[in-house]
C-alpha cells in the first residue's frame, strides 16, 4: 500500500514538472530560475546562482550568457572576479510573465478539489515541504522557481523550517 503511494505521488510529481516545463515559456527550468531569482534577488553572483539553481558553474556562465543575449539580464560592474548580476526591465517583465503561466498551471491541478479537500491537502502539503527541509540551502534550491512574494518568509514552510534549523544550529 505504501509503495502505491509513492507511485501516485512520483505520478503528481511528473504532472507538476510537465505543467511546470510547459509555463515556462521556451526557456529551461535552469533559465527560468536564474531570472526568477534575480528578480527577487538582485546582485547575485554567477557562482551564488549556480549552486541555488545547481548546475555547474560553466552551466551558470552558459545560461547567462544566453540570458544577456535576450536582454534579459545585465552585468554589473566586476569587484575583482566577481560580477553581480541584474534583470533589465524585459527580464522582470519576463519573470512576471514566467510566474502568471507556472501558477495557472499548477492551479488548475488544485481545482479538481473542493474547498475543504484543497485546504487539507494544502495542510498536509505544508508538513511535507517542511519535513523535507534539511537546510537554507536546500530552501533556495527548491524555492527557486517561486513566487517568493506569495510565500513569505512567515508562511513558506521550506523557509520556516529553514530559520528553525538555523536558530537550532546556532544553540
Given at each position: 500500500?505504501?509503495?502505491?503511494?509513492?507511485?501516485?505521488?512520483?505520478?503528481?510529481?511528473?504532472?507538476?514538472?510537465?505543467?511546470?516545463?510547459?509555463?515556462?515559456?521556451?526557456?529551461?527550468?535552469?533559465?527560468?530560475?536564474?531570472?526568477s531569482?534575480?528578480?527577487?534577488?538582485?546582485?547575485?553572483?554567477?557562482?551564488?546562482?549556480?549552486?541555488?539553481?545547481?548546475?555547474?558553474?560553466?552551466?551558470a556562465?552558459?545560461?547567462?550568457?544566453?540570458?544577456?543575449?535576450?536582454?534579459?539580464?545585465?552585468?554589473?560592474?566586476?569587484?575583482?572576479?566577481?560580477?553581480?548580476?541584474?534583470?533589465?526591465?524585459?527580464?522582470?517583465?519576463?519573470?512576471?510573465?514566467?510566474?502568471?503561466h507556472?501558477?495557472?498551471?499548477?492551479?488548475?491541478?488544485?481545482?479538481?478539489?473542493?474547498?475543504?479537500?484543497?485546504?487539507?491537502?494544502?495542510?498536509?502539503?505544508?508538513?511535507?515541504?517542511?519535513?523535507?527541509?534539511?537546510?537554507?540551502?536546500?530552501?533556495?534550491?527548491?524555492?527557486?522557481?517561486?513566487?517568493?512574494?506569495?510565500?513569505?518568509?512567515?508562511?513558506?514552510?521550506?523557509?520556516?523550517?529553514?530559520?528553525?534549523?538555523e536558530?537550532?544550529?546556532?544553540?
Amino acid at each position: 500500500m505504501q509503495l502505491l503511494q509513492a507511485n501516485k505521488l512520483g505520478a503528481l510529481g511528473a504532472m507538476i514538472r510537465d505543467r511546470t516545463e510547459t509555463s515556462l515559456a521556451g526557456l529551461s527550468p535552469s533559465a527560468a530560475a536564474l531570472l526568477s531569482m534575480l528578480h527577487f534577488k538582485p546582485g547575485l553572483t554567477t557562482t551564488e546562482l549556480a549552486r541555488i539553481v545547481d548546475v555547474s558553474q560553466p552551466t551558470a556562465v552558459r545560461l547567462i550568457d544566453g540570458l544577456e543575449q535576450q536582454a534579459l539580464i545585465a552585468r554589473g560592474k566586476s569587484e575583482g572576479r566577481v560580477t553581480p548580476l541584474t534583470l533589465t526591465k524585459a527580464g522582470h517583465a519576463k519573470v512576471m510573465e514566467l510566474h502568471a503561466h507556472r501558477l495557472a498551471a499548477l492551479d488548475e491541478l488544485l481545482r479538481v478539489l473542493p474547498p475543504d479537500e484543497r485546504r487539507l491537502f494544502v495542510s498536509l502539503m505544508d508538513t511535507i515541504l517542511a519535513g523535507a527541509t534539511t537546510s537554507r540551502a536546500f530552501a533556495r534550491t527548491t524555492c527557486r522557481l517561486c513566487e517568493h512574494d506569495l510565500c513569505g518568509p512567515e508562511v513558506c514552510p521550506i523557509g520556516c523550517r529553514a530559520a528553525e534549523l538555523e536558530k537550532e544550529a546556532e544553540r
